[in-house]
């Protein structure tokens, strides 16, 4: 995008987000939300951490474009919680649940040293936020079910009768370090499974154990593990699960696409970039 997009006559508009989420809206709308996005109207994102939010966004609505959230860390979901650069709280998937409203999976992030994206920044637990369908009003943030640091939500896939989350642990500033020694390849690079009844995120989820669903989330075995980092996103199209990987994130050269059956697996690659 050219910078400034969603500007209005008082408010700077997108400059530069990273790892966008675009969520379906009723209506034909879309939320595009983004973690540590920059607001500018230039090329320059000077006096970045004034102009920066944590999380934030646009609504899309045809060609034109909507801010959500703002500069000087008016976070859109979870502000009040967070201390910038110290706690905040960054955007996984989402979509609308059974109440006809939107969820979304936010991770929680701590980093001890007060110093935002950067070591040792990690997350440590899944929060789930619901938005008015209409508004988009905050109407509900809590942790999930889900205790774990595994980030259940980072990919969700519905069917019919169930909705599937699929986790990525996302340490990528585990350790210290300029290379892709920082990512914690002990969690990174498998991804593991859960589900709950369509569109009831809140629900306690059940998990897969490598031969069928349980609900001890200590038995959940990875679905798939790929190198160091394998964040999968994940798509069910009616007869088939698509997933798409940026193999090992920004340390990586390689976007993987695999297909499934059933959301477990067994994954075969059909194409590599």
């Known amino acids: 995008a050219e910078p400034g997009v ?22 034909g709308r879309y939320l595009w939300l983004f973690q540590d996005m920059f607001f500018s109207n230039d090329d320059d994102l000077r006096n970045s951490l004034e102009e920066a939010a944590h999380n934030a966004g646009l609504v899309q609505t045809g060609n034109c474009w909507t801010l959500v959230g703002g500069p000087r860390m008016h976070n859109f979901i979870g502000s009040s919680l967070t201390t910038p650069l110290r706690r905040w ?10 109440d006809g409203n939107l969820w979304i999976f936010m991770a929680e992030m701590h980093n001890p040293n007060g110093t935002g994206a ?21 109407l509900y943030f809590a942790p999930t079910p889900d205790t774990s640091n595994r980030l259940y939500g980072w990919s969700v896939a519905s069917t019919e009768r169930w ?48 031969t069928g669903w349980t609900s001890d989330a200590n ?55």
Request: hydrophobic content about 35%.
């Open 163 to 210: 909705s599937y989350l699929y986790s990525h642990c996302y340490r990528q500033f585990a350790n210290p370090g300029n290379s892709i020694s920082q990512f914690d390849g002990g969690c990174m690079s498998s991804t593991h499974l859960a589900r709950v009844p369509r569109g009831n995120f809140a629900s306690p989820p059940e998990y897969w154990n490598g």
């Open 6 to 27: 969603g500007r209005t006559a008082t408010a700077r508009g997108f400059g530069g987000g990273d790892y966008q989420r675009t969520y379906a809206l009723p209506g």
């Open 89 to 98: 709280f960054w955007p996984m998937d989402g979509e609308i649940g059974a």
């Open 219 to 273: 038995a959940a075995v990875s679905i798939l593990t790929r190198n160091v980092a394998n964040p999968m996103s994940v798509q069910w199209f009616g007869d088939v699960f698509v997933n798409v990987t940026k193999e090992n994130e920004w340390w990586g050269t390689r976007l993987i696409v695999d297909r499934a059956p059933a959301p477990q697996g067994p994954w075969t690659t059909v194409a590599t970039r």
């Open 118 to 138: 950067t070591y040792p920044a990690v997350p440590v637990r899944t929060w789930i936020a619901v938005l008015d369908r209409s508004t988009l009003q905050q």
